[in-house]
């Protein structure tokens, strides 16, 4: 029966369903069906590249990081030739090759920061913007990111101005004017030879007040730019709470401040004070510091809790704020020259907590402050003492005790960390003691021994400029084009670092002290009977001998060292004190122009020389450098004592034609009045110590007065005057 139906159903087809027409569909429809697919796999096609290209480009980039050190040496030369292109003036070129070789430089940030560099130079603001601010979210704790986006978008002048006065689109930007930076930026390598010192952006922006140019428009886009900076951090970068102090107003600042503050204060950052210390610079800002630390300390003090914002309830404090308040107002005090209350204040913070040994070094640099260098030293030491352990306060308490004119124990102190004695320190090119032990010496009237020091500075950097041989091999081997040309620049400006022109410059001046006073060496032993003189000129040999012997010692110890044929500097006595003081200052006059300490220990220099132009020639560049400067007073009232004291001492005087221009500069400096009466208007003008002690230095050169009358002078008036920030008795 199974057979017989299989073979029925093999004989029956299997019904087969019957294809419809599809008659209903017009033609037209049909055609735009077809169409609209072909767009359809043609946008696919298009996107399926489009992908294609940048998994290729990511695949690119995944490469050069996995395997970016087999093309360093491309890398970096593409760089330079970038750097080559810069430096030819034609940015845009140099943009376009930032371009063309992105994926084949290893240096990613770098290569963000000249693009955005780039394009704020060219005058691209909007493209510059975008780009500065993608590196402040990168890394918001980099003031040249939030320099270069305020620049950009116009809130900052430009350190320099172009020639030709570019602007940018207000509608497009917000602001109506932009500043295009045409110096090198802080991305690019130094080009100029003699390269002023840079500041700091906090003293740019509130030393020199460049955010009270800024518009009411102006100022609440730059507000909102950082509320919109701060709401892009789940963790807001200090800089970004830190920057809108600069240039906040009235109760915005108050705020701003306070919540800056608070955080700070419970977790005791003791170097709060230095990160706000450039807004002193502005009287208003001082008040409203001064006051919010005072509530606070008042409010922890009474209720344990911060001053209660409007509509919010009071945080909880934390003893420990007391202490931080006190800490912070005694140097706020300090700043403002305000020892007494500055001593009140770190007195409270040392009884609240005696075990914070930064406090007693804090005392001690009041009284240096204040002038007492002694105390100052005491407490350095008394600190030092609390954690012998700790290099950092017996480094400071160094520089206390050679302040004090204590060198002898500030070398005792500073050897306790070093191997080797005295010797280490020489070795090691610790330049700063050295300077300070000099100038000690100096204070001390052995000017040998402040000589040997000095030279010693200069001799460093003899050392680093020999050393710069060893770094050409390498930086040619290892292809790091870049830094080894800013190696080679700062080589060519290395002469006038502030070392070695605060050493070039005290050693000028001992010289001059020298010709002036050619028996000073020997001591103020004029009014000594015989007797006496033997007897101090006898002291005199055992001291010498007995500091010798300690100096040769030391450098017995020199492990392969060389050994000292001048330990004591007597052979830098032994030279004509005029000639060897001219030879010294030709050094920095060529290597060191853009500096106001360059011109004005020229124009003493040429004064004791007796040059009349090249003394007017250091005065007028003086002048441009810094008119304001205390010594450019002294300069203007010595140079014309001493014209004046010529015409009287010499029947001809001058040359017609010095003569003349002398004159003119006569008219354009003092106009009609007699330096008496200059001296006594800057007198009465001057509002600083510094000024007014110029003022009386200048009264004694011009009157002759004595002692007396000087102090009497000074002190009438020096209470009233805003102190420096230094130790006063070198003005004294």
Same mark, same amino acid.
């Given at each position: 029966e199974y057979k017989k139906t299989l073979d029925k159903d093999k004989k029956k087809p299997f019904p087969v369903k019957e294809k419809k027409e599809t008659s209903n569909v017009s033609s037209n429809k049909r055609a735009q !069906?077809?169409?609209?697919?072909?767009?359809q796999k043609e946008s696919e096609k298009a996107e399926a590249e489009k992908q294609a290209e940048r998994e290729k480009e990511e695949l690119e980039r995944m490469d050069h990081d996995l395997f970016g050190y087999l093309d360093f040496e491309k890398s970096e030369t593409l760089l330079y030739r970038?750097?080559?292109?810069?430096?030819?003036?034609?940015?845009?070129v140099a943009l376009d090759d930032l371009k063309a070789i992105e994926l084949e430089v290893m240096d990613r940030y770098c290569l963000q920061e000249k693009r955005a560099l780039f394009n704020l130079k060219i005058g691209?603001?909007?493209?510059?913007?975008?780009?500065?601010?993608? !590196?402040?979210?990168c890394n918001g704790d980099n003031y040249d990111y939030h320099r270069g986006l305020q620049q950009a978008l116009g809130f900052l002048p430009a350190t320099e101005t172009s020639d030709a006065t570019t602007t940018r689109d207000s509608e497009t930007m917000g602001v109506s004017q932009a500043r295009v930076i045409r110096s090198a930026g802080p991305y690019t390598t130094n080009t100029t030879t003699n390269a002023v010192p840079s500041v700091s952006f906090f003293d740019l922006c509130g030393a020199r007040g460049l955010y009270d140019k800024l518009s009411e428009r102006e100022y609440g886009e730059l507000r909102s730019l950082y509320k919109e900076l701060e709401g892009s951090f789940t963790r807001i970068p200090d800089a970004v709470k830190r920057l809108p102090l600069e240039f906040l107003r009235g109760e915005e600042f108050a705020k701003a401040f306070s919540d800056y503050v608070k955080p700070k204060l419970r977790k005791g950052v003791p170097s709060l004070f230095n990160s706000v210390r450039s807004l002193y610079e502005k009287p208003e800002k001082v008040k409203v510091i001064e006051e919010t630390i005072l509530n606070i300390l008042s409010s922890v003090e009474k209720n344990n809790t911060f001053p209660a914002e409007k509509g919010k309830e009071a945080e909880e404090g934390d003893p420990c704020v007391v202490l931080w308040c006190c800490y912070y107002l005694a140097h706020h005090f300090d700043c403002l020259g305000q020892t007494k209350a500055a001593l009140e204040y770190i007195d409270r913070a040392i009884a609240h907590t005696p075990t914070i040994v930064d406090l007693y070094l804090c005392k001690g640099k009041f009284y240096a402050h204040a002038g007492d260098p002694i105390l100052g030293a005491y407490w350095g030491n008394y600190a030092r003492e609390l954690d012998l352990a700790d290099r950092y306060l017996n480094v400071k308490c160094t520089k206390l005790l050679l302040r004090a004119d204590m060198p002898e124990l500030a070398e005792d102190v500073a050897v306790l960390f070093t191997k080797d004695g005295d010797n280490t320190l020489h070795d090691m090119q610790a330049m700063w003691y050295e300077l300070d032990r000099a100038e000690a010496y100096r204070r001390l009237g052995k000017k040998n021994l402040a000589l040997k020091n000095y030279v010693e500075v200069l001799k460093h950097f003899e050392d680093i400029e020999e050393d710069q041989m060893d770094f050409h091999g390498y930086a040619l081997r290892k292809m790091t084009a870049r830094a080894y040309l800013g190696m080679v620049r700062m080589e060519d400006s290395l002469r006038s670092h502030q070392n070695f022109v605060r050493a070039t410059v005290g050693i000028v001046e001992i010289y001059l002290d020298m010709h002036m006073n050619p028996k000073s060496e020997d001591g103020d032993d004029e009014n000594l009977s015989p007797e006496e003189k033997k007897k101090l000129e006898k002291k005199k040999r055992r001291q010498d001998a007995k500091e010798a012997r300690l100096v040769e010692a030391k450098n017995s110890g020199k492990k392969g060292g060389k050994k000292d044929d001048d330990p004591e500097g007597l052979k830098l006595l032994e030279v004509k004190p005029l000639e060897e003081a001219l030879k010294r200052y030709r050094v920095i006059e060529e290597r060191a122009k853009d500096l106001f300490v360059t011109h004005s220990t020229g124009f003493e220099v040429y004064l004791q020389m007796g040059k009349t132009m090249l003394m007017l020639r250091c005065l007028k560049r003086a002048i441009a450098k810094d008119p304001a400067h205390p010594n450019v007073h002294k300069m203007i009232v010595k140079f014309f004592n001493f014209v004046e004291n010529k015409e009287k001492e010499e029947e001809g005087g001058f040359h017609p034609h010095?003569?003349?221009?002398?004159?003119?500069e006569k008219v354009g400096l003092l106009g009609e009045k007699t330096l008496k009466d200059f001296n006594e208007e800057y007198?009465?003008?001057a509002e600083t110590l510094d000024q007014f002690l110029a003022g009386v230095e200048m009264k004694k050169e011009i009157e002759k007065s004595d002692s007396e009358t000087l102090f009497n002078t000074l002190f009438s008036k020096v209470s009233s005057l805003n102190p420096s920030h230094k130790p006063t008795h070198s003005s004294f």
């Open positions: !069906l077809k169409q609209k697919l072909e767009k970038n750097l080559i292109l810069e430096e030819s003036g034609d940015l845009q691209n603001f909007k493209q510059a913007s975008e780009q500065y601010k993608a !590196l402040v979210l010095v003569k003349t221009v002398v004159g003119r007198l009465n003008k």
